[in-house]
C-alpha cells in the first residue's frame, strides 16, 4: 500500500483504497497513524516490504477502513503481525503462519502469541477476523511499542539551542558617525524633556497652592457682630398675593355653576332609580306573604 492508497495486494493488480465518506475515525486513526510512524522508525520499508517483495508502505488509513480486497488486507495484516514478533523474539518459531492455515486457525495462533508477549487487551478473536478496525490497530501498536523496546529505542525530550550569545555585528565607520549622531539628539531631546518638565511641575504647584485651605486674618468677634448685623437682611420674605382670596372665590363660583347645571338631570335619574328600586322592593315583600 502507497501513500496514494495503492494496495498491490499479494501482485494480484492494483487496487485503489478509498477514502472514508462517513464520520471521521477519531482515535482510530490517530492510532494507526502513530503506529505507521513508528515502524518507519523501525525501518519496516526496507526490512519488511522490500525484502518481502510483496508489499509497498502502508497508507496512513490502510487497517483503518476496509479495502477493496479484504483478502488482501488481512493477509497484510498477518504477515506484519508476523514480521514484528519475529522482530521481538528473534525467532520465527513464535508466530509460525502455513500457507494452508484458514484464517481462524491463523488468529488462534496469533492471540497464543501476544499472550506470551503479556497483550493484555481482551476482546473477541472474531475482531481481528476483518483486517482492519480498532482491534487490529492495537494489536499493531503494541507489537511495534514492544519491537521498539527490544532495540532499545527511547524518545528523548527535545534538545533546544542555547541562542544567548550571539555575536554583535562589526560596525563600519560610517555606522559609528550615525550613531554618535543619534547619541547627540537623544540628548537635545532629553534636555528639551527636562525643561517642559520642570514647567509642568511649576504649574502643578500652582495648581496645588489653588486648591489649599484658606487661612483667614480677620478676627472671629468682629466676624460674628457683622454677621448679626446684615444676616436679618439676607433672610428671604415670602411675598403673599394680595389677590389670592379673590382666586379663590372665583373657583368656588365656578364650581357652584357646575353643580347647578348638571344637578337637575342627575336628580331626575335618581328620582327614576329611586322609583324602580321601590316598585321592586314592594313587589319582593308582596312575593314574601305567600311564601
Not at 492508497?5 to 494507526?32: F, H, R, V
Not at 560596525?171 to 534636555?191: K, M, P, V
Not at 373657583?251 to 342627575?266: G, N, V
Amino acid at each position: 500500500m502507497d501513500e496514494d492508497g495503492e494496495d498491490l495486494g499479494n501482485g494480484k493488480g492494483k487496487q485503489t483504497e478509498s477514502l472514508p465518506t462517513g464520520p471521521a475515525m477519531g482515535p482510530i486513526y490517530l492510532m494507526w497513524e502513530n503506529t505507521l510512524d513508528k515502524l518507519k522508525i523501525l525501518d519496516y520499508e526496507r526490512l519488511f516490504c522490500q525484502i518481502q517483495g510483496k508489499h509497498q508502505s502502508y497508507s496512513r488509513i490502510h487497517f483503518v477502513i476496509p479495502a477493496k480486497n479484504t483478502s488482501s488486507q488481512l493477509d497484510d495484516f498477518f504477515d506484519l503481525c508476523q514480521w514484528l514478533i519475529g522482530e521481538i523474539s528473534h525467532s520465527t518459531e513464535v508466530l509460525h503462519r502455513d500457507q494452508y492455515d484458514d484464517p481462524n486457525t491463523t488468529i488462534n495462533k496469533l492471540l497464543l502469541a501476544l499472550r506470551q508477549l503479556d497483550f493484555k487487551a481482551t476482546f473477541p478473536s472474531q475482531k481481528l477476523r476483518s483486517g482492519y478496525g480498532e482491534q487490529v490497530c492495537l494489536v499493531l501498536e503494541f507489537l511495534v511499542d514492544k519491537a521498539l523496546d527490544t532495540r532499545g529505542f527511547k524518545f528523548s525530550s527535545p534538545i533546544y539551542v542555547d541562542n544567548t550569545q550571539i555575536e554583535q555585528p562589526q560596525l563600519d565607520d560610517d555606522e559609528d558617525d550615525e550613531i554618535e549622531d543619534e547619541a547627540i539628539g537623544n540628548n537635545e531631546d532629553d534636555a528639551i524633556f527636562e525643561d517642559a518638565n520642570r514647567q509642568d511641575m511649576n504649574e502643578i504647584s500652582l495648581d496645588n497652592s489653588n486648591h489649599q485651605i484658606l487661612q483667614a486674618a480677620i478676627d472671629p468677634i468682629e466676624w460674628k457682630i457683622e454677621l448679626e448685623r446684615v444676616g436679618p437682611k439676607l433672610k428671604a420674605q415670602q411675598q403673599l398675593s394680595l389677590h389670592e382670596w379673590r382666586a379663590h372665590v372665583d373657583q368656588t363660583l365656578d364650581s357652584k355653576s357646575e353643580i347647578e347645571k348638571y344637578l337637575s338631570d342627575t336628580m331626575k335619574d335618581l328620582t327614576i332609580m329611586n322609583k324602580v328600586v321601590l316598585d321592586e322592593t314592594s313587589r319582593a315583600r308582596t312575593k314574601e306573604k305567600y311564601l
